[in-house]
């Protein structure tokens, strides 16, 4: 085998590799678990904390997770079970939920910060309905645990790296003697 077609075979493997780890990382980021973090509007990044996504600040203050209470005081007070879904406009992050023990019944709201001092943390939801969401102009991101599977395996992340690396090293570098 000429050295030119040696070299080709491991192009294609860095190039093969490459953009599966690209596309294996942004997924992971958007579940918060990769090497780069993703800020939303309104300064919110995604987290994995316990298996669940969370929705916090930039400097990984709680905002939005399991447990928090929606309507905290009103007729219709909600906890938050897990976030089945997010998703970001240009200005606004809108979450599908589960509520109350309820697995089957998706609920939607709106992220919101909340005004200092008050009880309920640094952001709430506001619940909206379905068709009060603007649809065409929302990206959704699936967080639930079996969505966010690659994030978790941050040892094959690692190691998909350094054969990539071993790769470029033996193209560039020259047999050793």
Partial sequence: ????????????????????????????????????????????????FNGYVVLNDVDGWGGVYPGLVVNKGGSSEQVVNSIYAYGFDEHSVYVRYFSDGQTRHVKNGKVVRTSPGSDNGLYTIIPIQGDELPQSKIKWIESESDSC??????????????????FILKLVIPKWR
């Fill in 149 to 166: 599977f690659w994030g978790r395996w941050d040892f094959f992340r690692i190691l998909m790296l350094l054969v990539i690396a071993g």
């Fill in 1 to 48: 085998m000429s050295g030119e077609s040696k070299m080709k075979k491991y192009f294609l493997v860095i190039l093969v590799l490459s953009l599966a780890l690209g596309s294996f990382e942004w997924r992971a980021s958007y579940c918060g678990q990769g090497m780069v973090s993703v800020v939303l509007p309104g300064g919110i990044k995604p987290d994995w």
